[in-house]
């Protein structure tokens, strides 16, 4: 459901913060229906935080998201030998 990954989303960054010790200020999300985009906007703009969006199923717009999809594809390559 949409209402628990909004919630489910918004604890781990309660956690995260937490545990880190560091707040976090920007979070960059891909449009995905995961959870409700709204609910998500507002949470942050009430809390004074960054929220962008990028397109869905575009690693360009995400370089760690494009490393780390490199880096698996590579891997199973390498097994693959």
């Known amino acids: 459901m949409k209402s628990q990954g909004f919630d489910a989303f918004v604890n781990w960054i309660k956690y995260a913060e937490l545990q880190s010790g560091i707040t976090i200020q920007e979070i960059h999300i ?13 949470w942050y703009r009430l809390r004074s935080k960054k929220l962008t969006t990028i397109a869905p199923d575009c690693l360009s717009q995400n370089p760690i998201a494009e490393r780390d999809a490199r880096i698996i594809i590579d891997g199973a390559c390498t097994a693959n030998l």
Do not use: M
Request: proline share 0%; charged share 40%; hydrophobic share 25%.
């Open 30 to 42: 891909d449009n995905g229906t995961e959870f409700s985009i709204k609910r998500l906007t507002e």
